[in-house]
């Protein structure tokens, strides 16, 4: 349940030790109220790394969750990229502040300057404007990231680089392609090569066939409050997306990546893995965040989410595939890491019951209150945010009644039918949607109206931003 680990400091700064029995009943507790299947949940406190299963990994099977079961990463998956990203600046091999068709020549938007300007260091920190919403099947060979970034040639910008935050998916496939130029192989394989064989990551990989080896958790898909189904299929994700959403993990082998970010870059053994500024690099805040409260983020940094518990600093990252839900935090004046795996349920909840109590405890971190409407209820004129937005793939229709229209057209046209919202507001620019269903939100999701550096209006969904029309 728990393997001894060496610190370089003195370990938890809030004094209290991690009690595995409690945590693992606390967890049970949580996990079913909240209508969970299977959860894996690791802890890196007091010097020890602690792993927790519960549930089960398939409702159909009934097959247990144990600690080395293996779990989808999704989002979480672009803090591997980004370390990799990092790893190669370190070497000299890459300078994230030259333009990206500098390395990869292939590389193009459909708006040249962007093209010639947009770095590393605007992907890797989502201010590079590219969209998110940008699913492409190349298949399953080598070359899948390479006929990815041909096909992404003639995908819209959300917003111009540099103007905005928008947090894109596309950004992370063509640094995944750098990997590959700068390294000669896969992204899989280097993955492999420079962060799973010097940090031990033995149940960490990126391909279904590899994944087979272990118990792996089975995707549930549902309406909220009740017990949610075995999804029809296991990792619809194409393997273009590993490395923004697609590295299958355990974990305790996330809570060993955290740690070697905890521990300035060395590996257990002593192995540098990166250099203590590039570590240091990773958690500067790049841009600050309009929507502080889809991913609980105040910033990002390179790779990381970036958070400011009341003068508390953390970082980490959300995930989310077809039916799983990842949670990574990190405290470094704690020495604490949190890793929270699931398939399914209202897992969102799960993790803030359970983050809310850990934080609590073992860093004094006081996590925010959900987000939702003020008790008392205040009176925002919708009408200056009223018009069409429209991005890659997504409409959105605002009126000055207080509703809001949340459309897929064109290549996502399928994905969903739309979304038809009431907005309620929380603060001038700041509203709660009612209305989105389990998939986007169990109860209010933030929508958040901006204006990006350019002057040009736009709406913070799911903490892409979309221009007015």
């Keep these: 349940m728990s393997e001894t680990l060496t610190w370089d400091t003195d370990g938890n700064s809030a004094g209290r030790s991690f009690d595995p029995y409690r945590w693992q009943a606390r967890l049970d507790e949580l996990r079913a109220a909240h209508h969970v299947p299977g959860a894996s949940l690791a802890v890196l406190a007091d010097g020890h790394l602690h792993e927790l299963a519960s549930g089960v990994l398939h409702r159909g099977t009934g097959v247990e969750v144990t600690t080395d079961s293996i779990f989808q990463s999704g989002s979480i998956a672009k ?6 990203i990092m790893r190669l600046a370190d070497e000299g091999r890459l300078d994230l502040d030259a333009p990206v068709v500098d390395v990869l020549p292939e590389f193009a938007t459909p708006d040249p ?15 590079g404007g590219v969209t998110n919403d940008f699913t492409h ?116 082998d996330v809570a060993r990546l955290a740690r070697m970010h905890l521990d300035g870059g060395t590996a257990p ?29 105040d910033g990002w940094g390179l790779g990381w989410t970036l958070y400011d518990w009341d003068g508390v600093a953390g970082y980490g990252h959300d995930g989310a595939s077809i039916g799983q839900y990842a949670y990574l935090r990190v405290v470094p004046q704690a020495n604490l890491a949190l890793v929270l795996l699931t ?58 009644d207080g509703r809001m229209r ?20 929380v603060s001038p620019g700041v509203f709660a949607a009612a209305g989105a269903g389990p998939s986007f939100s169990e ?4 929508v958040v109206f901006s204006t990006l550096s350019t002057g040009t209006k736009c709406v913070y969904v799911g903490m892409r931003a979309t221009p007015l029309v």
Excluded at 79 to 84: K, Q, R
Excluded at 113 to 127: C, M
Excluded at 443 to 446: E, H, I, K, S, V
């Design 406 to 425: 949340y459309e897929f057209v064109d290549g996502m046209k399928d994905l969903s039918p739309p979304l038809d919202m009431e907005l309620t507001p």
């Design 79 to 84: 803090v591997y990229t980004a370390t990799l």
């Design 113 to 127: 300057e962007a093209t010639r300007t947009i770095t590393p260091r605007q992907l890797l920190s989502h201010t």
């Design 443 to 446: 109860d209010y999701m933030p």
């Design 269 to 297: 053994d002593g192995t540098r893995v990166l250099s203590a500024a590039a570590v240091a690099a990773m958690q500067h805040r790049e841009v600050d965040v309009p929507d502080k409260w889809t991913v609980s983020a």
């Design 343 to 400: 398939n399914g349920g209202s897992a969102r909840l799960l993790y803030a019951d359970l983050f809310r109590e850990l934080l609590g405890e073992l860093a004094g971190v006081t996590m925010p209150a959900p987000f939702g409407p003020p008790a008392r209820p205040i009176t925002v004129d919708l009408t200056p945010y009223a018009g069409v937005y429209k991005r890659e793939g997504v409409v959105i229709t605002v009126t000055g």
């Design 137 to 252: 099947d190349s298949g399953r060979g080598d070359d899948c990231l390479a006929k990815y970034v041909e096909a992404a040639r003639n995908v819209a910008l959300d917003c111009p680089p540099g103007t905005a935050v928008s947090y894109g998916s596309l950004g992370y496939v063509v640094l995944g392609r750098l990997v590959e130029v700068l390294t000669g192989t896969t992204w899989d394989q280097a993955l492999k090569d420079l962060l799973f064989t010097p940090l031990g990551l033995e149940h960490s990989m990126t391909l279904p066939e590899e994944a087979l080896r272990f118990r792996v958790a089975m995707s549930h898909l549902g309406e909220g409050g009740a017990d949610p189904d075995p999804a029809p299929a296991w990792d619809l994700m194409p393997r273009s997306a590993g490395p923004y959403g697609r590295v299958l993990i355990s974990a305790g």
